[in-house]
């Protein structure tokens, strides 16, 4: 089984910043794409940003010129900066990860959610 741990939300005023880690540990044998998406209350679970094992990064409009996705395959770890936080972030925010594991090959992984708010 890969383990996601997920760390770094919180409360946050608007305009603040947060830093989210994720780091994927267990029988790994090499990680694909990497990402985070968000959900809110009513709403759909939505990709925040991605990237991929080449480094490109994908991100979604609402978060464009504010968020910077980052990788360590050292360290399977994926991070995601998000600066000039509006309310409207405000969500649980997944890691989400593709790990080809020993055997069994290429699987979705998700983390267990941590919370991001935003106050006005």
């Known amino acids: 089984q890969v383990q996601l741990v997920e760390s770094g939300g919180g409360l946050v005023q608007a305009g603040g910043s947060l830093r989210l880690s994720c780091v994927a540990s267990?029988?790994?044998?090499?990680?694909?794409?990497m990402g985070w998406y968000r959900q809110a209350p009513g709403n759909q679970r939505e990709l925040v940003a991605s990237?991929?094992?080449?480094?490109?990064?994908t991100y979604a409009d609402s978060v464009k010129g504010r968020s910077a996705i980052s990788r360590d395959a050292a360290k399977n770890t994926v991070d995601l900066q998000m600066n000039s936080l509006k309310p409207e972030d405000t969500a649980v925010y997944y890691c989400?990860?593709?790990?080809?594991?020993?055997?069994?090959?290429?699987?979705?992984?998700w983390g267990q959610g941590t919370q991001v708010t935003v106050s006005s």
């Open positions: 267990g029988s790994i044998a090499s990680l694909k794409i």
């Open positions: 989400n990860v593709g790990a080809i594991r020993p055997y069994w090959g290429l699987q979705d992984y």
């Open positions: 990237i991929s094992v080449d480094g490109t990064p």
